[in-house]
């Protein structure tokens, strides 16, 4: 069956840096732009970053820009989010996701798969 499996969670100090993963499997994820998203605690989910299918193209939110890199390798169906300059406010839980689709990509609704999340705290 369809699974997106995220890890590489946990805490880190204001200014540190975490990497997250995600491994999907029962699907052909090289087909598809992969994604992550955040959810902070009383917050709507939102975007964070994509990479598309044969990783030619990377988008990132504003809040995000400069400091974290989405990067994929479909031969071993994983996907990351290197993340650097980490900020109190980028406390949440990191969500994975994957659509086929190759537009609405900060949409949650365009998204047909998605992880259970890793959570990622940022200490002051």
């Known amino acids: 069956q369809v699974q997106l499996e995220e890890s590489g969670g946990g805490l880190v100090q204001t200014g540190g840096s975490l990497r997250v993963s995600c491994a999907a499997s029962g699907f052909a994820f090289s087909d598809f732009t992969a994604t992550w998203f955040r959810q902070a605690p009383g917050k709507e989910r939102e975007f964070v970053a994509a990479i598309t299918a044969s990783a030619v193209n990377t988008y990132y939110s504003d809040f995000v820009k400069g400091r974290f890199t989405i990067s994929r390798d479909n031969a071993k169906n994983t996907v990351d989010l290197q993340m650097n300059g980490l900020k109190p406010e980028d406390t949440a839980v990191y969500y994975c996701?994957?659509?086929?689709?190759?537009?609405?990509?900060?949409?949650?609704?365009?998204?047909?798969?998605w992880g259970q999340g890793t959570q990622v705290t940022v200490s002051s």
């Open positions: 996701a994957a659509t086929p689709s190759s537009i609405g990509l900060d949409q949650r609704n365009f998204y047909q798969y």
